[in-house]
């Protein structure tokens, strides 16, 4: 079985700080691990993904995320936001192996809203 | 250039009137996906289909069924919708189970 889990469900920042969406992740097999944003109405687009190799992984719109095993994280950041990064971002996880093998498990979402 | 291509955008349909949900692609991904996407909740996997094979979740209700004719096109049907059908469904397909998965734009069903 695997879980996934954001801690903020809202994060509230100003146009150009830093900000940082966490996520942590359980599971009994290895992992591959996304970033997905999902503005209004519509699906999810993939921001970045953890198949293997660098921790760090650098996506689209300037976000980067580390994996860190041994504290299961998968956190996202950007060093500075913009209004158009206003959206929900969606932390998933898919098992390489066993009965989760390549099925999505999705954190329950975390709202960012950009403020001017 | 849209890849995952769902329609419509917005199907209202009536308390047990059965409805489709149409998702098609142009990326011969062999792996389709529908999920459920309740107001302020995660995307739910209600089942996939790998090439032919069909993998339903455990937990989604017999109400729900799919087809999948060819490599292109993926049905989502219901057969008799109740309130708590209402929610965004959202098609997905990938290369295999453990690539990335591309999103269509979704349909919002409301049932009245």
């Known amino acids: 079985a695997q879980s996934v889990t954001q801690l903020d469900s809202q994060v509230p920042v100003f146009e150009e700080a830093p900000v940082e969406l966490r996520c942590n992740y359980s599971s009994s097999v290895s992992v591959y691990l996304f970033w997905y944003v999902q503005y209004p109405n519509q699906g999810l687009q993939l921001l970045l993904k953890?198949?293997?190799?660098?921790?760090l992984v650098k996506g689209i719109n300037g976000f980067e995320a580390e994996f860190n095993k041994s504290q299961t994280s998968f956190h996202l950041r950007k060093p500075s936001v913009h209004i158009s990064d206003t959206a929900e971002y969606f932390c998933?996880?898919?098992?390489?192996?066993?009965?989760?093998?390549?099925?999505?498990?999705f954190g329950q979402g975390t709202i960012l809203t950009v403020h001017p | 250039d849209a890849m995952v291509i769902q329609n419509p955008r917005y199907q209202v349909t009536q308390f047990g009137k059965p409805v489709t949900l149409s998702c098609s692609q142009t990326l011969n991904h062999n792996v389709m996906y529908w999920y459920q996407q309740k107001s302020s909740q995660a995307p739910k996997l209600l089942f996939h289909y790998y090439d032919k094979d069909f993998n339903n979740e455990a937990d989604t209700p017999d109400n729900f069924q799919s087809r999948r004719p060819n490599t292109s096109f993926c049905f989502l049907d219901i057969r008799s919708p109740g309130l708590g059908d209402a929610a965004m469904y959202l098609c997905?397909?990938?290369?295999?189970?453990?690539?990335?998965?591309?999103f269509g734009d979704g349909t919002r069903l409301s049932i009245l």
């Open positions: 998933a996880v898919s098992g390489a192996g066993g009965t989760s093998y390549g099925k999505l498990t």
């Open positions: 953890y198949l293997s190799g660098s921790t």
């Open positions: 997905a397909t990938s290369k295999d189970p453990l690539r990335p998965q591309h």
